[in-house]
């Protein structure tokens, strides 16, 4: 038994020796490798900072700086050199920006955004080194909104614009005019009108001249006093004036939802049928009531007189 155990202790001891003669060589080994690694990666960090620092130092040079003053800006015919000036002198906007900021492009589309006369920014561009290429959409009028000496002008989402940023007079929005007596309380510019009468009028007038019926038919005004107003029942919500001073009553708008209406197309065949038999002119004609499905007129005394 004794010398059973003492093998073993013998057999133990060697494994010991072994394990501790492994170890060391493994140190040996590995911690050269460690310190190498451990100065790797802090040269990898030198460079890194220093390639930062020439970054900054790079890109902080005036080659890579606009500014919104140098801005060139095409102006449309319809609008005034009041725009191309404001969009140049923006109070919020600084001085200088570099073109590598970062937020760069969600900051001035947020700023021109802003702008009364700016529907949407459709686009920024970087174009290194230091120009930026921005895409406006802006606000175009429909239509002058008349009331009594009054005069307004609203585009196509009835956003109230001021006037002194477009051209006057314009064939391109000045008829036909909206025209009412009934208006609801001015909003602040750059804000939707939120009267059914001007919204019914720019529906109208978008419809007019998609089919050039404002030019044909010579019609310079859109009357809607009388629209959603209960106490005006059984007559026309909507009155249009040509250049002769004739009425076409066209009834409700499609906004409306009005039970048992023509649609506008409807009614549009109905004044092409009468313009048929009277002339696009209707100079002999007192009024034209296209409401029904069998449009309705009345001619001038003189004019039946005349045909007589």
Not at 68 to 80: C, D, G, I, R, Y
Not at 110 to 125: H, M, N, Q, T
Not at 237 to 245: K, S
């Amino acid at each position: 038994m004794r010398n059973i155990f003492a093998s073993s202790n013998t057999g133990f001891r060697f494994f010991l020796n072994l394990f501790t003669v492994r170890g060391d060589e493994l140190k040996s080994r590995f911690f050269p490798l460690f310190l190498r690694y451990i100065l790797f990666i802090c040269v990898l960090v030198l460079i890194a900072w220093g390639l930062k620092r020439v970054w900054c130092s790079l890109t902080n040079l005036n080659i890579f700086w606009v500014s919104p003053a140098t801005f060139s800006f095409q102006t449309p015919l319809w609008a005034t050199d009041r725009i191309s000036y404001d969009i140049k002198h923006i109070k919020s906007l600084n001085e200088h920006y570099n073109i590598y900021e970062n937020g760069l492009s969600q900051k001035i589309a947020e700023i021109y955004g802003g702008l009364v006369f700016v529907k949407r920014v459709d686009s920024i561009k970087r174009i290194f080194p230091n120009r930026l290429n921005i895409k406006l959409i802006l606000r175009k009028p429909v239509a002058i909104v008349r009331s009594g000496k009054d005069t307004y002008l609203i585009d196509d989402e009835y956003v109230l614009l001021p006037k002194q940023y477009y051209t006057l007079p314009n064939s391109g929005y000045e008829n036909p005019c909206i025209q009412s007596n009934r208006l609801s309380g001015l909003p602040p510019y750059g804000s939707v009108w939120n009267d059914e009468g001007i919204k019914v009028g720019v529906e109208l007038i978008k419809f007019l001249r998609l089919n050039n019926i404002h030019n044909l038919f010579k019609i310079l005004v859109v009357d809607v006093s009388n629209v959603c107003k209960k106490q005006y029942r059984g007559k026309s919500d909507i009155i249009l004036w040509t250049e002769n001073n004739v009425q076409i009553l066209w009834g409700c708008s499609p906004l409306c939802k009005t039970p048992d209406e023509l649609s506008d197309e409807e009614k549009l065949q109905n004044l092409l049928s009468v313009a048929k038999v009277e002339g696009t002119s209707l100079k002999y004609m007192e009024y034209v009531d296209v409401r029904w499905k069998k449009p309705l007129g009345k001619r001038w005394v003189q004019a039946n007189n005349h045909n007589e």
